[in-house]
């Protein structure tokens, strides 16, 4: 890797990440999906290290900007690995294994992050070993990028099969809406007859027996409604 050569530097040293930073993020990633959290983890690797090789090129604007993208990094990262407190059993399992089993990729991502943090402690100091530490960093790109795969590749595969678990529960409760619709139609069509035989005496029945023929299409059309819903959540999945 080519010398780089260190530009004094001014100002304040940048604070480093600390969990109340976390805290601060956590209203921006909440909004997003695990699946879309973890793809980002992807997009933040890869920045962090074109950051971090012009910060260590003298840009103390990369700098500050490195250590913005290692402080989101790290808090995402908190959080996906804390996801199997909230989950099913079996989606659990799997998420800790892809973290923390045999071949889990945790160790990895988190030693690229230990390493990006070094880099821009080095550089700062300006220290003599900021091009040694930055050419170890680089090589840990493709390593980094398969563990942070692996990790999204799980969460699309736990948040499809969490998708599809709900569609079939959406479709049983639709089915029972249906049939309970389906009965009440009957109930309103016998009332409606009952209603027509007590003439004068049956009016107000055959409101009631309108109205609740009424509610019956309602409920129909409501159902084909989250009948469309499930296929096109199904679809996007």
Same mark, same amino acid.
């Given at each position: 890797m080519a010398a780089y050569s260190l530009s004094p530097r001014t100002g304040t040293t940048p604070a480093p990440f600390t969990p109340s930073m976390a805290t601060s993020l956590a209203p921006r990633d909440n909004e997003m999906s695990l699946v879309n959290l973890a793809a980002r983890q992807r997009?933040? *690797?890869?920045?962090?290290?074109? +950051?971090?090789?012009? %910060?260590?090129?003298?840009?103390?604007?990369?700098?500050?900007?490195?250590?913005?993208?290692?402080?989101?990094?790290?808090?995402?990262?908190?959080?996906?690995? @804390?996801?199997?407190?909230?989950?099913?059993?079996? @989606?659990?399992?799997?998420?800790?294994?892809?973290?923390?089993?045999?071949?889990?990729?945790? %160790?990895?991502?988190?030693? =690229? #992050?230990?390493?990006?943090?070094?880099?821009? @402690? =080095?550089?700062?100091?300006? *220290?003599?070993?900021? /091009?040694?530490?930055?050419?170890?960093? &680089?090589?840990?790109?493709? *390593?980094?990028? /398969? #563990?942070?795969?692996?990790?999204?590749? &799980? =969460? @699309? +595969?736990?948040g499809k099969a969490k998708s599809e678990t709900l569609m079939k529960e959406l479709a049983g409760i639709v089915a029972s809406i249906q049939t309970v619709a389906r009965e009440a139609k009957v109930v309103s069509f016998n009332a409606q007859v009952m209603a027509a035989r007590a003439g004068q005496h049956g009016r107000e029945f055959a409101v009631v027996a309108n109205v609740l023929s009424g509610i019956t299409n309602e409920i129909d059309g409501l159902s084909l409604q989250a009948v469309s819903l499930a296929g096109r959540s199904r679809g996007a999945a």
């Open positions: 997009m933040l *690797s890869q920045r962090m290290v074109l +950051q971090t090789v012009l %910060a260590a090129g003298g840009s103390d604007l990369h700098l500050k900007a490195a250590r913005s993208s290692l402080a989101l990094f790290t808090a995402s990262q908190a959080r996906l690995v @804390d996801t199997p407190r909230h989950l099913e059993a079996a @989606d659990a399992e799997r998420i800790r294994k892809v973290y923390q089993g045999p071949s889990g990729v945790g %160790a990895t991502i988190d030693a =690229f #992050a230990q390493q990006v943090g070094t880099v821009l @402690d =080095f550089t700062e100091r300006r *220290s003599p070993r900021v /091009e040694e530490v930055l050419d170890r960093l &680089v090589q840990t790109t493709d *390593s980094v990028l /398969e #563990a942070l795969n692996a990790a999204t590749t &799980v =969460f @699309d +595969q736990v």
